[in-house]
């Protein structure tokens, strides 16, 4: 099953749609959030009049499993250039996520300013770089459905940095929307994992993600970045490079740590 | 009138708040992003039984002026340790802001981690920096309210770089609490204004900030970048600091380019 069906969307009755959340896209039973978070945005699109997202931001408040799911949409303003909208994902017993984003034509009107402080990540060609094979608990059963591979140097997870640089395609070949972007900057292993540190998981409490274009087709070149571990709480910045060199997208989420207690 | 009682919300009925847009906070004539963002904030942190913003999105749908303003809000999630709240603050008319937030008790389990990548950016002390002073048009009234010191290498706009750092604090000397915490993200100049670019304004469509922790008394040491200036959009990023040397909030805001059409 393709990405775009296992995170489509069917309109139910005003404000309200229903999906599917597909197994295959999960990490040891719980999906994906950039998945379940793509789910949130169709519904949010369609309800926008089919625009794209342009700014896009996840609370996840549950783990979703596979299963039926409603999404309920609340359009806060349809403007000129922009579409406003609020959405929340629940299954059939409670919430999983709730979503606020600004949706826009595919095409905005073009600027004259254009100004690029930083270059693409380096990373080695794809077939140079480590893929990342599914198996029943980690790596997760999800990397059946993405296709990673790392740069060598984060590959074994022994760098030290809270770094990952590498490569995103869906498995399948099919193109990468705007949609399938909130399922690449999701879609790497905590940073943290390569830095070495005593911490095992870092569940995501939010995540924005700003689309700035629709990308090319072919690998997507990925690196995600912490700073700040501190207060109980890490980022994880994202970039999202495309085959024409172009930056797709930008995404930040606030993850937990562990606690002592 | 201090921030408090200017961001002050007091409960209407279940799910609705009431605030005035106060005088002054304004950007000729428009209320500051981060001063409405506050207010709606008030209000979903009421409603998440006092607990205080650790995430919190805006998007901004229609510029605020004085007056009035209603906060219709929802509590999405209600857990152990995170409350989660959307919101949407308005005046008479319409729609100015949504909101999306996540709300913690003031103090997290400790968490035995903490690495910092990044220091504090380098900004020579408050009276060797470069004052900001509130004027009819540009800077504006609102720079009565806060109290801006620019880098002395930032302060003539001419830098070439789409960058701004110094210092912040409130006028009148009041503490700045997690809400004033969304003012401070907000406060300086466009990055753009200092990289000598043809871009005269730059609307603000979504603003995301994490809170860290509740910063101790002082001047706030911040630093705002753009590095990606494309598809008609920039990202600010921005980092604040405490007078005890701790990231106490971290922003990023997505704004658009004039467009040439």
Not at 70 to 98: C, M, N, W, Y
Request: proline share 10%.
């Amino acid at each position: 099953m393709s990405f775009a069906a296992a995170s489509a969307v069917t309109a139910e009755s005003a404000g309200r749609y229903k999906a599917d959340i597909e197994p295959g896209w999960d990490i040891v039973g719980n999906a994906n959030g950039g998945y379940l978070m793509a789910i949130a945005a169709r519904a949010a699109a369609m309800a926008a009049g089919g625009r794209l997202p342009a700014t896009a931001t996840a609370h996840f408040v549950a783990p979703g499993r596979p299963g039926p799911a409603s999404i309920d949409v609340q359009v806060h303003k349809a403007g000129r250039r922009f579409t406003t909208v609020g959405a929340t994902l629940a299954d059939d017993e409670r919430p999983l996520l709730a979503f606020l984003g600004s949706f826009a034509d595919a095409a905005l009107p073009a600027s004259s300013v254009t100004r690029i402080e930083a270059a693409p990540p380096d990373i080695p060609p794809p077939e140079e770089c480590v893929p990342i094979e599914p198996t029943e608990s980690f790596p997760p059963p999800f990397m059946g459905k993405v296709e990673l591979r790392l740069h060598p140097e984060d590959a074994s997870f022994t760098s030290g940095v809270p770094r990952f640089r590498g490569w995103f395609r869906l498995r399948n070949g099919e193109p990468i929307d705007s949609f399938g972007l909130l399922v690449a900057v999701d879609a790497f292993p905590p940073t943290v994992f390569a830095a070495q540190l005593p911490i095992a998981w870092t569940p995501t409490l939010e995540l924005t993600a700003h689309i700035r274009a629709v990308p090319e087709p072919g690998w997507l070149r990925c690196l995600f970045t912490t700073r700040f571990i501190s207060g109980g709480y890490l980022e994880e910045d994202g970039e999202v490079w495309d085959a024409s060199g172009r930056l797709v997208a930008q995404s930040r989420q606030l993850a937990l740590l562990p606690t002592t207690a």
